[in-house]
């Protein structure tokens, strides 16, 4: 998975070749949140497909589970 992202929002690229957004914001001390409600649809080219609850905790997990001491952590709210 890479992530990218900016100041207010976050992108999850999967192996599988999904893309999906969501908003967040920058905290003090260089942590970055990710508002799980905003987990809602893939980006394009897969935008009319259901992204279930299922496969966004899925997200979250990997996610969690390899964020390093080196780099920006991610925390979901």
Known sequence: MKITGGSS???FDL????????????????????YKDTMKKWEP????????DEEKEAIITEVL????ESTVQIMFD
């Open 65 to 68: 589970n390899n964020v390093s």
């Open 15 to 34: 192996e599988n070749g999904y893309t999906l957004k969501a908003e967040g914001e920058i905290l003090v001390g260089g942590k970055f949140v990710v």
């Open 45 to 52: 080219p897969h935008e009319n497909e259901k992204l279930t």
């Open 9 to 11: 929002y976050v992108k």
